[in-house]
């Protein structure tokens, strides 16, 4: 899903890597990059199964992350 807004995608020319889409904003001095996420029909079928959301993060140190969630589009 791309973000409202967007500011840049990452992995545009890495064929490897499917592209996303970012937006890049400072809020209260700290750097974000935010991106968007929608689950597939059989993704969400698992989640409404008790499954859980995965992060993966690579290389060896963990950067500090948010993972939440937004209405649909169109709702309040």
């Known amino acids: 899903m791309r973000i409202s807004n967007a500011t840049r995608v ?5 064929d490897e890597y499917h592209a996303m889409a970012i937006k890049d904003e400072v809020i209260e001095g700290v750097n974000h990059m935010t991106s968007v996420w929608e689950p597939t029909p059989s993704e969400l ?3 409404n199964e008790g499954g ?3 992060l ?3 290389g060896y140190g963990h950067p500090p992350v948010m ?3 937004q209405p649909a589009p169109g709702e309040n």
């Not at 990452?10 to 890495?14: D, H, S």
């Open 56 to 58: 993966t993060i690579l």
């Open 10 to 14: 990452l992995a545009e020319t890495q």
């Open 45 to 47: 079928k698992m989640l």
């Open 52 to 54: 859980a959301v995965v």
């Open 67 to 69: 993972v939440y969630t």
